[in-house]
């Protein structure tokens, strides 16, 4: 009934990572499988659901109205929330989001937001009066690992089919990849599974905007990197990103 | 119930969508459908889409929670933000808190609690589009759940809505149909047991509307409830 | 010092109900005494007391101003809230209202709103921008078994009485009376006691308009109910609303 | 304290509600208002209303709170949304946490919380109407409903304020004093003990005025402890 | 590690002041140094630290704009806000601010808005419309005993320096001074140690104006005070104060 | 990052401050501050201020987070309402829960945690001036207090940011060029351990500037080390 990580399995990992190998027999720098499905346009504006292997996320993208920052007052208001329903794994709790969620949040916002892939200045209706407000929210169904490229690939893909009412296409015009790495050992591996997750060291993602710059990172988890780990971990996803662009829907 | 408004809810005895008052809207239940949770399904009910999963039996936290004649039902019923018109802010508010609490004592008649005495049984539902009827959505997609986590259970409950629009009562209101409508009545029902579990209503009906309303509701129930037990024979028979 | 139910007087209520007695010598369709006091109109525009046995409500009627809801641009807005104190049971917790106090204040809103009890409409000051708000606070401070019945009849008294200041009357039309019942074994009690509460399987609430329909319905608790029960139940809060109608003051 | 404003409050020696300044206002008493509660009292002093109940000694959760020596006393003042001009809104606001502070601290001097170890006694203390001096009725109430849960007390504690108005020093302010007056000082004081428990204020007063206040603070609360020794008399012979 | 005080220094600090001595050599009317340091208007429009012994308070103004409220449409708005946080002191706990937090807030505050500290009226911009809001917040850093005084002090401080921009000094007329006792069996000392208000029956806090009014007074503590002890406190707070007004910088 | 502007942040090779583009602000190290905590320090890098305290290894509440294996670090990044130019009201937002989350993570891997089985360490930074390096300032403060607090370390942290305004890479970045530059990376490092142990980047970087603003950053820690231990030894010295 229980699916907590027993030490067995957390042994197979680190000991196969060390021979070589991944236990699913995946190479260290290949993704599991990727679906991507686009909303209908029902409620939300744009939504799409994407499984990376069983992790799956549901992102929607709701289009409202509002009073810009002081401080940008000529464009639209960008607000990411990512939530780690309890539904998803017996590890997450019913409540407000806790630091992984905000973190989930902040980093996918950040790759959406640096990358400007929303032209936020056609979102402007007023200058310092009012404005369109991109609420984008990523919810986590399932989570069987790597849970931050799951909910920023979903974030892109719907943000490619948000219509607004009596207004158009949402300008989108970059589409940041994010791909997160896990320290395990001394080896890194790309896209880690739950069971990965369960005994790496340290976690890093890097997202990577259209023309191979680096828009965002964020290093996570109790361990560390060394200056060429993440120096590797950089030229990997600008390599592997070509390949996931190609797959948005 | 019942913004006032000029909009026709019923022309030549076919509702807005194009059904006749005492249909359901097209409803598609699939059993099985996430990996990490111990129980799970996901319903389609025209534009209203729910899905549930069940964890449990297992140790319940905190421990003064726990009772040591049976298991402690927990229920969350929850909207997702971008399932409505206007985004919903995440976190529960008083309706939902309320649908959570109903929805627990929906399902708590049929489960054999006394089965698994001291653990916990949890059920979370999430809304993800919503167009009238999630609450009853998510109770037939909670008892899916419960059963795929091999819970044992009387009966399954199965959920539905009667109302009433245009002075017809009608089954399974659609969104339009519950915002300018006359009167809703969620109401969940175990077939085999003839347990009613579930019953809210608000509007207004005269005695003889709501026993015709409370006819198509059973009458609806019936068939979500056929439903649901083919969505389980076909993930038994996939998982053989 | 401790009031919890002891199991012998949980054992004595269902023993008498099978025998078709409750404990404290009530037919099965028989209130308590009811008593009703209207009050002063110190700081609330409107407030009312009401006692069903020992159960007492206080319930105050507020009236602000605000901007309209966008779905009913000319329409005063009704809010009801609910406390279940802690000085009125041991079993109510400080801290916001749990999951009964909301169910509660949600009961008593519903047969408010949709009997259109008050005359919304009227409380329009400017459309689309100002409107009266009526808050109505129940405030259960003594309990001793069925506080819907108690709030939801405090809050038809107090509404009855509400006069706003440099506006006159509050424009109520209907008195939803609420009536609810307690299932234990196979018998229905009308206003269940504490000590029935504590064994009940199930409650229904049925409010019945001033024309005898049906406004609003909520069943609570683990247990269930047949068809016929509800029917009866329905036929039965017909009938005593009357009675419990022309007390109010 | 003093909103500026033109309002006279003293009128030839007279108060607006026609008082003398030494002149408490009509004040009620009665002990056991309440059916659930270990004890309750409810109090009037003028338009203030209040009503305080207690539970306890029992057992305190969570645990770790457990004092091993005494008691612990725990209070809670709350004013019910209707009870104010502009309607409140409900839950605990600083105002109010800090009044539940202070009124723990009038009340511990004079209980012997060391002859119930272990255990919790809670102090529930709502205001149904606000006309000035709601947290020293607060006081008179929770006192005698402390008396009649038969907690052992060593006294009982009076509670009531004197403040300054038109330069004038006055006792028990109303409402419109304490908005448009000079000071306000609120008093709890247990007479026999001679044991001034709640002293807090805020205006201004010379010295002179503060003595003097003081003593019509103290010179009130014996009226007062008299009517609370009045009304916990009638609830004993009523019981007998 | 742990310096929650042993039982031991306790008995010493009651022995002691029986036979008329504190522990650490003051009179019973004496405070501990007080340091004072204005801080160089970085972000804040005013700040100060103040020490009293090994207590330390950062207290930073902000100003900002608003409406007015209702009932002073022609004034300023005072807001004071205290933290007590938890590098302070093993005692003081992370989150919201607690009761003590709160009082202490409310205390300052009292002490500032009753004496009439802050010409407020200068504060209105247009009258019902906008106003200057005066935030005061009062960070504990370093707990060591009676950080009423200190909170309170290094309020008086900021004020003092505080500059608006584009507005010119904020008009402060007043320095009320704080001054807190403990009552320690039959004795009443100033400005208690930690090691003193640990073993404190009672606390009075009296706050003096310029003039040497009265303007704000606390009890604190489960103890209590005799008429002749509050006399006597208000009399050694007139006096002391007098000292305590030269040291603003 | 990147508000678009008009402002100009490099002029003939220097910066708004009149820094060189590898060049960092003064930076201020004091160990040992605070009284009541069990160890603590104070950092300024140019208007950026911020003080760290330390306590621990102490009984950790509540019971279950307590680890049987190593002592559970907690970390809490705070910056007080007058420390930014608009007001920020009190408490956590996401930002700093993000940033608490992160410090955390930057701590852990230099503490000999396994030393300190069962028992919690408790870091509190809080930001008194803010002026661009908050975070980075707060670890390098953090990492002096658990030294100072005696807490046995694999080596010390250091921590600061570089990024890139006018299409050139700098070093510790000010307030004006994080918020109208176009990268920013803040880096904690353990010079003596080689790990990188905070790393978080926004902005645009290509993979050449990425390497040039990490070799920065790397240099820039060293440098703030070499501050740190100076700190240290101060305050051994004067302890002695």
Redesign the interface.
């Known amino acids: 009934?229980?699916?907590i990580i027993p030490e067995l399995v957390r042994n197979s990992v680190i000991g196969s990572i060390k021979e070589g190998k991944r236990l699913d027999g995946r190479a260290f720098d290949e993704y599991r499988p990727i679906e991507i499905e686009i909303g209908d346009l029902?409620?939300?504006e744009g939504?799409a659901r994407v499984k990376i292997g069983?992790t799956?996320v549901?992102c929607?993208?709701?289009i409202?109205e509002g009073e810009p920052y002081p401080?940008?007052p000529d464009e639209g208001i960008l607000t990411v929330?990512a939530?780690l329903?309890?539904?998803?794994?017996?590890y997450f709790q019913?409540g407000?989001?806790d630091?992984?969620a905000?973190?989930l949040?902040?980093v996918v916002d950040?790759g959406i937001?640096?990358?400007k892939s929303i032209e936020l200045k056609k979102l402007c209706i007023t200058p310092e009066e009012l404005v369109k407000v991109v609420?984008i929210?990523a919810?986590v169904?399932?989570?069987?690992g790597n849970y931050i490229d799951a909910a920023a690939f979903a974030a892109v893909n719907a943000l490619q089919h948000t219509e607004i009412p009596e207004f158009g296409k949402l300008p989108v015009v970059k589409k940041p990849i994010s791909n997160t790495f896990a320290k395990i050992g001394d080896a890194i591996v790309l896209d880690p599974s739950l069971e990965e997750e369960s005994v790496m060291d340290?976690r890093?993602t890097v997202t990577i905007?259209d023309n191979?710059?680096?828009?965002?990172?964020?290093?996570?988890?109790?361990?560390?990197?060394?200056?060429d780990e993440?120096?590797n971990c950089?030229?990997t996803a600008?390599r592997k990103t070509k390949e996931i662009r190609k797959l948005v829907k | 119930m019942g913004k006032s408004s000029d909009i026709k809810l019923i022309t030549d005895g076919k509702r807005i969508d194009g059904r006749k008052p005492n249909e359901l809207r097209p409803v598609k239940i699939k059993a099985g459908v996430?990996?990490?949770?111990?129980g799970?399904a996901y319903v389609e009910v025209g534009?209203t889409?729910a899905?549930?999963?069940v964890?449990?039996?297992?140790t319940l936290h905190p421990r003064h929670l726990v009772n040591a004649q049976k298991a402690v039902l927990r229920t969350?019923y929850?909207m997702?933000?971008?399932?409505?018109?206007?985004?919903k802010r995440?976190?529960p508010d008083r309706r939902s808190i309320e649908i959570s609490k109903v929805t627990r004592e929906a399902l708590e008649p049929v489960i054999f609690l006394e089965q698994y005495k001291k653990t916990g049984i949890?059920v979370?539902i999430?809304i993800?589009?919503?167009?009238g009827g999630t609450r009853v959505a998510g109770i037939t997609a909670a008892s899916v759940a419960l059963a795929d986590a091999g819970i044992a259970m009387r009966d399954l409950v199965a959920a539905c809505a009667a109302g009433k629009v245009d002075d017809t009562v009608v089954l399974d209101l659609c969104g339009k149909e519950d915002n300018f409508g006359q009167a809703d009545m969620p109401i969940a029902y175990a077939p085999n047991e003839d347990k009613i579990t579930l019953l809210q209503m608000d509007g207004d009906f005269t005695e003889e509307e709501f026993e015709t309303a409370l006819k198509y509701a059973l009458d609806g129930t019936k068939r979500i409830y056929e439903l649901q037990k083919k969505a389980l024979k076909e993930r038994y028979e996939k998982n053989e």
Do not use: W
């Open positions: 009934m229980n699916k029902g409620k939300a939504s069983n799956r549901e929607g993208v709701k409202g401080d940008s929330n939530e329903v309890p539904m998803a794994s017996p019913p407000p989001p630091e992984r905000i973190e949040a902040r950040r937001r640096e990358s609420y929210d919810y169904l399932d989570y069987d340290a890093l905007e191979g710059h680096v828009c965002a990172m964020q290093k996570g988890g109790s361990g560390y990197f060394t200056a993440i120096k950089i030229k600008k | 996430l990996e990490r949770a111990d799970s534009g889409h899905i549930a999963a964890y449990g039996p297992r969350k929850d997702a933000p971008f399932s409505v018109d206007d985004r995440p976190g949890d979370f999430e993800l589009q919503s167009d």
